[in-house]
């Protein structure tokens, strides 16, 4: 089966300010916050939703399309992604604007403070899966991903209407969308991701009940840091998975990111959502070790090592196979 991940594509500035953020705070100011942070060091790396999990999904032995917008400063990064098996032949390149950017700053409590800049993104809505298809064969599942909100709106109708199961994961842009949006691109998913806060904001952008997001999707992962994943689906009881603990904390960018590609990889491979949510937070676990969003190394043994120790022999072997592609 072919994935097709769309969404956003960018490189990541990543600080780090040996401080907390909320020290610096006053309650009773947040209406005029001016305020600098004196970070201690700068990584910039290969980023971006869409291309994170396509590079996750790569790591274990898919071969997924990305689909995005870039600027012609992307030539490098479009190397790399190559070079590690991901399909880039539907990235759009534009004439005009740069690849998108991110730029965040961490504390010591791992609280973020990012930007992003769009720039080639808000060229994305150009882009159809119909001519993605075209090229790269049949679609077993469509990623929408954080993207351009127009582009987001169409890729989901698109997939409506040529029939092809899509992922819902509107992410960092909830912000951005409004109710009937946020209706429009859960509607009929097959996946919706959220993380904690995000479930919440989605459930009052929507104006839907728990119960009736599940309704309206046939899975839906809420991710929640350290404290595991809850996969729900309608009529079933809530199935929860524990996260994979790490004596290592590096960048907490891209975790979330890693846990769709690990999820996916395995529902991909017809394992139950157990199995995929263990999977998703084992490959967590490897990225929260590493600063930077994709230059991680990862291999089977190392995972079922994971596996194992958290989740017990039975759920390493029933990944075993599915690893060793």
Same mark, same amino acid.
């Given at each position: 089966m072919r994935i097709a991940v769309t969404g956003s594509i960018a490189t990541d500035h990543l600080m780090t300010y040996p401080g907390r953020f909320a020290d610096q705070l006053i309650a009773d100011r947040l209406d005029r916050v001016s305020l600098s942070f004196l970070a201690d060091d700068l990584e910039v790396r290969y980023g971006g939703v869409a291309a994170n999990i396509a590079l996750g999904l790569s790591r274990l032995g898919l071969s997924p399309v990305l689909v995005g917008a870039v600027g012609k400063d992307f030539a490098e990064y479009g190397a790399w992604l190559r070079d590690n098996g991901v399909d880039t032949g539907s990235v759009q390149v534009s004439d005009a604007l740069h690849t998108a950017r991110f730029v965040c700053t961490t504390d010591l409590d791992l609280n973020q403070i990012a930007t992003f800049y769009a720039g080639a993104m808000a060229e994305a809505g150009r882009i159809t899966l119909a001519s993605? /298809?075209? /090229?790269a064969g049949e679609l077993g599942l469509a990623v929408v991903a954080p993207n351009d909100p127009q582009a987001?709106?169409?890729?989901? *109708?698109e997939c409506r209407r040529l029939g092809i199961p899509f992922a819902a994961d509107p992410s960092q842009q909830l912000a951005r969308l409004d109710g009937p949006q946020? /209706?429009?691109l859960v509607e009929g998913s097959r996946f919706l991701f959220t993380n904690e806060y995000e479930a919440a904001l989605l459930q009052e952008r929507t104006g839907w009940t728990r119960e009736q997001v599940l309704d309206r999707t046939g899975a839906w992962i809420v991710t929640r840091g350290a404290a595991g994943a809850d996969i729900g689906r #309608? @009529?079933?009881p809530w199935l929860h998975v524990d996260a994979v603990p #790490?004596? %290592?904390v *590096? !960048?907490?960018? @891209? %975790? @979330? !990111?890693? +846990? /769709? *590609? @690990? +999820?996916?990889? *395995? %529902?991909v491979r017809g394992l139950p959502y157990l199995d995929a949510g263990r999977l998703g937070s084992a490959l967590a676990a490897v990225v929260l070790q590493t600063v930077g969003t994709q230059t991680y190394e990862v291999t089977s043994a190392d995972l079922l090592l994971s596996l194992e120790r958290v989740y017990g022999a039975d759920a390493a072997l029933a990944l075993t196979p599915h690893l060793a592609r």
């Open positions: 993605v /298809r075209e /090229r987001m709106l169409s890729l989901t *109708a946020t /209706r429009h #309608t @009529g079933e #790490t004596d %290592v *590096a !960048d907490p960018t @891209g %975790v @979330g !990111d890693a +846990f /769709r *590609a @690990g +999820f996916l990889a *395995a %529902v």
